[in-house]
């Protein structure tokens, strides 16, 4: 038995116990993100872990770093995490996760609401007996944006609105106004993108090596 394989829970009790240990990964994520709580956060990724997001596509260190001095800030987010679909092969598994993103932020002096509707894609890997975050890459289905005070009427710039993908571009035009740098290049639903970017993470889980 080789030292991987020992780490490898066996039968159908084992893959509950092992899509278990998943699920608390990414509800913690959800948790230690919205609670500040950075290096509980840096604990769920891998060595070399990649993250993308409406604001960055790069690694998962320079996302808790971005995420730490964001929260000297005024914008606020929050996260809820909705229980995952999850597939394993070996040492590899596959979490797609529901998610709805809240951010509170000031838009020319209004308090606004952003809220994004989408799903997180997971490539997960466990090392050492535990499973990390290798790479997330979301898909953003829809997002609104309104002044959290019923009674203000929010003037957006329909210019500056329409330079953004539709499927998150509320969400960018706040984010951009507060300097954060969009990232345009994200998956639309049901684009062939979309499914490119599935069939490789198919293709990923199916080949069980990291």
């Not at 007996?129 to 944006?145: C, V």
Request: net charge negative; charged share 20%; glycine share 8%.
């Amino acid at each position: 038995m080789t030292e991987q394989s020992e780490n490898l829970r066996p039968g159908a009790a084992g893959l509950v116990a092992e899509r278990a240990a998943i699920c608390d990964v990414l509800q913690n994520w959800g948790l230690w993100r919205d609670r500040c709580e950075w290096e509980a956060l840096r604990s769920v990724y891998a060595p070399a872990a990649t993250m993308q997001t409406t604001w960055m596509d790069g690694s998962a260190s320079d996302f808790v770093d971005v995420c730490e001095r964001m929260s000297a800030g005024a914008t606020r987010a929050l996260h809820y995490i909705g229980v995952p679909i999850i597939q394993v092969n070996g040492l590899c598994a596959l979490a797609q996760t529901r998610i709805t993103i809240l951010v509170r932020s000031s838009l020319n002096g209004i308090e606004v609401d952003a809220t994004c509707y989408g799903w997180f894609v997971d490539r997960m890997v466990k090392l050492d007996g535990k499973w990390l975050i290798q790479s997330r890459a979301p898909i953003y289905e829809k997002d609104t944006l309104a002044a959290v005070n019923p009674g203000v009427t929010l003037a957006l710039d329909g210019d500056v609105l329409a330079g953004y993908p539709a499927h998150y571009k509320h969400m960018a035009y706040m984010q951009s106004l507060v300097g954060a740098p969009i990232n345009l290049d994200l998956p639309a639903p049901g684009s062939k993108e979309q499914a490119q970017m599935l069939q490789a993470c198919a293709d990923w889980l199916a080949a069980g090596t990291h």
